[in-house]
């Protein structure tokens, strides 16, 4: 069956339709990973996205359904150059995974001109139906706020964390749940005053799909939790944290997605490559009025990638651990753990006073 993608900009591309679902809309993005493709999928961040995979062989790849970053495949459709006959194991796992959830693919697409389109144009909504008649209007931007009901894990950690969701990943839950902390899973929205409630030692922003301008209305919740307990953020966190304290986010022409983004630490020099999925970036123009200074930049085009702030115990990253960076990982979580400590004795010498 035949299919048609209309961008925003209103270039049409056809290729071949896979799925028992015949309409979707959503933000075209690439990707740019030559692996990780079922991580990307799952991957909240990636919720609402028509994905173009750069690389050809992606159905030729494993399935693995333990690599899931969700229970869910989170992006709306996917575009790809290769064709797809169903003839090997490979390709009738993927195709039967994607139908299963109701995820259209497009196959036999000419994906260099769209992505060179993405590239003139930057990432764009479009809309993609097998009935060309069907075609209507472009995507409206979507708000994505977690309603996720409380959870607590391994509630007898002596450290109280609370982890503020946003949408957050398998890979760093799991990455949390190594810290051997009582974890509290809150949704995105819950007040200052909730968290006050739980006495917790330090707050986690997670990272998350969509605009950090949606969450416009918690900014004063944000930062009133920022200058009262440690905090580490990271992705839409990070961005979110940013907004709150003043700076300046802007839409990217196209995002960072891909594994192997390389990023430099400013204070060391050292370039750590990271796991990134993401179309906003922190700007720098303003930074400086924030009290936030940057930690880790971009050397691919010289984006914040980190921040820290100068007075308060906050640390903020644009990427994701996933579990498979120990050095990184390691100096992430020993700059947290130190803020902890540092709190926890400023604290005890208030109460003792």
Not at 193 to 203: F, M, N, Q, Y
Not at 233 to 253: N, R, T, Y
Not at 290 to 316: N, R
Not at 320 to 327: A, L, Q, S, V
Request: aromatic share 10%; proline share 3%; glycine share 8%.
């Amino acid at each position: 069956m035949k299919g048609v993608i209309q961008l925003e900009n209103h270039k049409q591309y056809t290729g071949q339709w896979h799925g028992d679902v015949s309409h979707c809309k959503g933000e075209v993005i690439f990707y740019t990973g030559m692996g990780n493709f079922l991580e990307f999928m799952t991957d909240p961040e990636t919720k609402g996205k028509i994905v173009v995979a750069t690389y050809p062989g992606v159905l030729h790849s494993h399935f693995d359904p333990a690599k899931c970053e969700s229970d869910d495949l989170q992006l709306s459709a996917l575009i790809i150059q290769q064709e797809i006959f169903g003839l090997s194991e490979a390709e009738n796992n993927w195709l039967a995974f994607f139908n299963e959830k109701g995820i259209p693919i497009m196959s036999g697409m000419d994906t260099r001109t769209i992505i060179k389109q993405l590239l003139k144009d930057g990432e764009m909504a479009a809309e993609m139906t097998a009935d060309h008649h069907h075609l209507a209007s472009a995507l409206d931007d979507q708000k994505s706020i977690s309603h996720e009901k409380t959870k607590v894990l391994n509630p007898t950690g002596k450290t109280n964390l609370v982890v503020l969701n946003f949408g957050i990943k398998k890979s760093l839950l799991n990455w949390l749940k190594g810290f051997h902390c009582k974890l509290t899973i809150l949704s995105a929205e819950t007040s200052a005053s909730t968290i006050a409630e739980l006495k917790p030692d330090g707050v986690i922003l997670s990272g998350g799909c969509g605009d950090p301008a949606d969450y416009q209305a918690y900014f004063e919740d944000y930062a009133k939790i920022a200058e009262s307990y440690p905090i580490l953020a990271f992705g839409l966190g990070h961005q979110i944290l940013a907004l709150a304290f003043g700076a300046s986010v802007e839409k990217m022409k196209w995002g960072h997605r891909g594994f192997k983004q390389a990023i430099l630490h400013t204070s060391s020099q050292q370039v750590y490559l990271t796991n990134q999925n993401h179309g906003h970036h922190i700007s720098l123009q303003n930074i400086e009025k924030t009290g936030l200074t940057p930690s880790f930049l971009s050397v691919q085009d010289g984006d914040i990638e980190g921040l820290i702030h100068k007075d308060l115990p906050i640390t903020t990253y644009q990427f994701h651990p996933d579990g498979t960076n120990f050095k990184l990982e390691s100096l992430i979580k020993n700059a947290y753990f130190q803020q902890l400590e540092q709190s926890k004795g400023e604290k005890l010498y208030a109460e003792a006073k």
